[in-house]
Each structure stands twice: as C-alpha cells, then as structure tokens.
C-alpha cells in the first residue's frame, strides 16, 4: 500500500501520511499482548481507547519501533567493531510529547507494554519529565507557580544530564518522580533508570531546544540523545474539551481526598468546575501549547493526529 504524501504547493512535505486503514496494516496479524483490563488499567482517566485502537494505532507503531531498535543495535555493534570499541549495550530513548491532557501518558504506557512484549526489547523504562519540574516552593519564590509546564519551570540542565547519563551506558541513574495529586515533585523519592533496553521519555517539553540565561544556543539538546520521537497531536479545542471533561471527572475523584492540592475544588458545581477547569486552560495549559509546545511538532519523527473522539485519524511519518 502506498501512503500519501502531504505536500503544499510550495513545499514537498517531510512526511508521508497514513490514514488508518493503511496503518492499521502493517501490523496485521499481529498479536495484542494485552487484554481490555490491561487496558483500562492503563489508560488516562478520560481517554477514551478501546483495544481495536490500540491494534489500529500502537500496535503498527510498536512493530515500526521493534524493527528501528533492531536495526539500530546492528549499526552500533558494526561501528564498534569498526572502531575496535565495546558493544555495551545503550538504551533506545523514545521521546513522546504534545500538550496536556492529549493523551502522552496513555501513548508512553502503551508503548512500554506493546515493546517489552517484543522479543528484542523485554526491558522498557518509562519516565516522564514532570519530576524534573521545580518544587512548588521555588516555582512561587520565583513568581511561576502559575507558569507550571512553561519551559522555566523545568530544571532542564537536570533532565539533560539524567538523559545524558542514560545514554551513556551508564546503570542505576536516578530521576525524580511527580505527584499529581499533591501537585508537587516528591522529597526522597526517585525512580531508578538501571539500562533498559528502551526508554521512553514522556512530557510536554522534549523536544524543546531550551535557551541559555545568557541568550546562547546551548551545545546539546536533549534531543540528541533521542533515537525516535513521536508528537501526540490534536485540535486545541479538543485538548481543552478533554482537559475540562478530565478535571470535571477528578472533581470526583482524586479532590475528594483531603490531601489532594485540588481538594478546594471538590465540592464545586458543574458550572463552577468547568469554568474554572477553562479559566486554568486559558491562563496556562492553552498558552504552553500555542507558544512552547506545538512549535516543537516538526522536529517529531511520527505525529499522531488525533481527532475529537481521541481517536488517531492519521498518521505522519517523517520521511526526510
Ligand atoms: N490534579 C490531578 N489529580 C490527580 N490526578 C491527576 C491530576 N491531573 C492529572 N492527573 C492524572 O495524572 C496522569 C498524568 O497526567 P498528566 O497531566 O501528566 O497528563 P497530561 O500530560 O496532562 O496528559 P496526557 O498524559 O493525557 O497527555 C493522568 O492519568 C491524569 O489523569
Ligand atoms: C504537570 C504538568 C505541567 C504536566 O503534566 C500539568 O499537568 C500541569 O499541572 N499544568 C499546570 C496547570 C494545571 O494545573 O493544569
């Protein structure tokens, strides 16, 4: 079958399109390594997925991933014999990015199960970049508490070096992990990176080129050390609808707990929860997108383009 290439007038497009039934193929007769409760076990709260999307969408895309660990794994071990060098094994890092509540985490948790049921790639690590925010208590000291998820707000040279050490073969390194429900990074615990073969990298800013206070280009990007990226994408309108129908559905649940940062917001009516789930959108989640994170979209080596339904209605595929 033969993808369609998207292209304006002007400029030959970068990417060849895969609608889903040309996608949906090249994982036919493929086995789903997991099961409907797998599933919703899984999935995002408010993300709607059912297992023939998931045998629609991720399962091609696993296979598509498999097969670029497989190839790059020759590549190294042939240049190391080249250089007459050690063929310690390196992690794979897999990038995943696109706004709040579009549905990263649902992509990253899918794509570390439907990988490490690959017999190349058993060992499949997930982080997301959320720990390496700064703690509330610094993000209000320096007036961006209301900034969360702005490319400032992150200690990037931190996750550099995490991605760095990672990528250097190096076993056992550490990365903060994020609680959403106390709505700050968590003192004393860290999750442990010991050299997966995969590690899939989620959050709204990796493929962020970041700037220096000096106003320099900085010399390495944490893109660099990624072998594959993917951008989950979709209409604004929607993430807002999805972000709204998200923190409408915690209202009752996560916020009832009286430890949740959110509790305040528990007891809300519907009209007061969605304006202030919108007011939050607009002021924060909304901007990030427009200015931070949509930008970053063509440096992506697959988009998924999602539509209102949270269905994936096509596929890109970098191509140049
Ligand atoms: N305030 C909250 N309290 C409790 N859980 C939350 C809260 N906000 C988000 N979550 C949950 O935390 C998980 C990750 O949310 P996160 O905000 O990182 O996702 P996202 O980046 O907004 O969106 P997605 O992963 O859908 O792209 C989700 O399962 C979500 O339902
Ligand atoms: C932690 C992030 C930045 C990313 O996951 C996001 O979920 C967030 O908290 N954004 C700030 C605005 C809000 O509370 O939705």
Redesign the pocket.
Known sequence: MVAVTVSTRSHPSPYAAFDRAQWRALADGQELPLDAEELARLA????RIDLDEVRTVYLPLARLLALQVTASRRLWTAQSEFLGTSTAKVPYVIAVA?????????TARLLQVLLAAQPDTPRVDLV?T?GFLYPNATLEARGQLGRKGFPETYDRRALLRFLADVKSGRGSVSAPLYS??S?DVVPDRAQVVDGPDVLVLEG?NVLQAGSRADGRVPEVFLSDFFDFSVY?DAGEADVEQWYVE?FLA?RRT??QDSG???HRFADLTDDEAVGTARGIWAAVNGPNLRHNIAPTRSRARLVLQKAADHSVRRVLLRKL
């Open positions: 995002t709260l408010g993300d696109g706004s709040v509540a579009v549905g990263k985490s649902t997301t959320d959403h429900q709505y709204l989950v998200r915690l996560a916020f949740a940062y959110f």
